[in-house]
Nanobody, 115 residues
Framework: QVQLVESGGGLVQAGGSLRLSCAAS????????MHWYRQAPGKQRELVAR???????NYADSVKGRFTISRDNAKNTVYLQMNSLKSEDTAVYIC?????????WGSGTQVTVSS
């Protein structure tokens, strides 16, 4: 089993920044892909960014150039640096790890951007 705990969410004004963290514990392997998803009220969950254990990253078009995903493999932690935040970034941000075909999810952290 893998446990994921997110932190770093909060209330920020439009144009501001936040840094989310997700710490993984338990049965973590050296090869996996870590993701950040988000879900806004009344909307489907969407993939924001992902990073492989080798450091390859992908981003949703809506956050390219504003968000940066990174990871510290020694700490089993993934980060999401969010800059130039917009009101439409308001959502619960949820961490996910995919390893050996199994998905593990955190409970999420709320990000609210006021305009």
């Amino acid at each position: 089993q893998v446990q994921l705990v997110e932190s770093g969410g909060g209330l920020v004004q439009a144009g501001g920044s936040l840094r989310l963290s997700c710490a993984a514990s338990g049965r973590i392997f050296s090869i996996n892909t870590m993701h950040w998803y988000r879900q806004a009220p009344g909307k489907q969950r969407e993939l924001v960014a992902r990073i492989t254990s080798g450091g390859v990253t992908n981003y949703a078009d809506s956050v390219k150039g504003r968000f940066t995903i990174s990871r510290d493999n020694a700490k089993n932690t993934v980060y999401l640096q969010m800059n130039s935040l917009k009101s439409e970034d308001t959502a619960v941000y949820i961490c996910n790890v995919l390893q050996e075909g199994d998905n593990y999810w955190g409970s999420g952290t709320q990000v609210t951007v006021s305009s």
